[in-house]
C-alpha cells in the first residue's frame, strides 16, 4: 500500500476537495467506452447508426425484391 506521499504525485487537490488529474493523461474519462474496437462514444454512436440503416436498406431491397 503507497503512502500518502507517493499517492500525491498522482493527482493534484484544487483546493476544493475535487482531484485534477496529472498533466499528459486524458482527463474526460467519460468519452472512452472501453471497447477494442469502438473507443469513443461518438463511434458507438456511429456505428449504431450505420446498423440501423443497413437494417432499413435490408428491408427497403427484399420487400421491393419479393413484392
Known amino acids: 500500500m503507497k503512502s500518502p506521499?507517493?499517492?500525491?504525485?498522482s493527482a493534484e487537490s484544487s483546493g476544493r476537495g475535487r482531484l485534477v488529474p496529472p498533466a499528459g493523461t486524458h482527463?474526460?474519462?467519460?468519452?472512452l467506452t472501453g471497447l477494442p474496437a469502438l473507443r469513443?462514444?461518438?463511434h458507438v454512436y456511429l456505428f449504431v447508426f450505420a446498423c440501423f440503416v443497413l437494417w432499413v436498406l435490408l428491408l427497403l431491397g427484399l420487400t421491393v425484391f419479393y413484392s
Open 5 to 9: 506521499k507517493e499517492n500525491a504525485g
Open 27 to 31: 482527463a474526460d474519462h467519460d468519452d
Open 40 to 42: 469513443t462514444w461518438r
